[in-house]
């Protein structure tokens, strides 16, 4: 069974950078989208970024556009999400997940669409 396990998160300061980690095992992360997401104490589960399958577009939603890229390793199973000039609110509980229908236009789902998470990296932002 697949298992993804995100890693990368950490103590930043505002205007800061952190580049998370979403590896893959048992599963290609080429064949289904991936969809990052953040939780923050108290606050809805929010859509930060995700990526189809194959070559299918990424999508940044407005919130986070500009500070925000996401991209993918094949060769490493991986799947990045850069985040630059890093807010107190970027503060939450960093997650990836996916689905196992291979979605090729991943911003036309919602988050209940992809079952399929990880454990998630915290992302502190402080001064």
């Known amino acids: 069974q697949g298992q993804l396990v995100e890693s990368g998160g950490g103590l930043v300061q505002p205007g800061g950078s952190l580049r998370l980690s979403c590896a893959a095992s048992?599963?290609?992360?080429?064949?289904?989208?991936i969809l990052w997401f953040r939780q923050a104490p108290g606050k809805e589960r929010e859509i930060i970024s995700c990526?189809?399958?194959?070559?299918?577009?990424?999508y940044i939603p407005d919130s986070v556009k500009g500070r925000i890229t996401i991209s993918k390793d094949n060769a490493k199973n991986t799947v990045y999400l850069q985040m630059n000039s890093l807010k107190p609110e970027d503060t939450a509980v960093y997650h990836c997940?996916?689905?196992?229908?291979?979605?090729?236009?991943?911003?036309?789902?919602?988050?209940?669409?992809?079952?399929?998470w990880g454990q998630g990296t915290q992302v502190t932002v402080s001064s």
């Open positions: 990526i189809g399958r194959g070559d299918g577009p990424a």
């Open positions: 997940a996916t689905e196992f229908h291979g979605f090729y236009y991943c911003s036309a789902y919602e988050l209940k669409d992809y079952p399929y």
């Open positions: 048992g599963i290609s992360l080429d064949a289904y989208s």
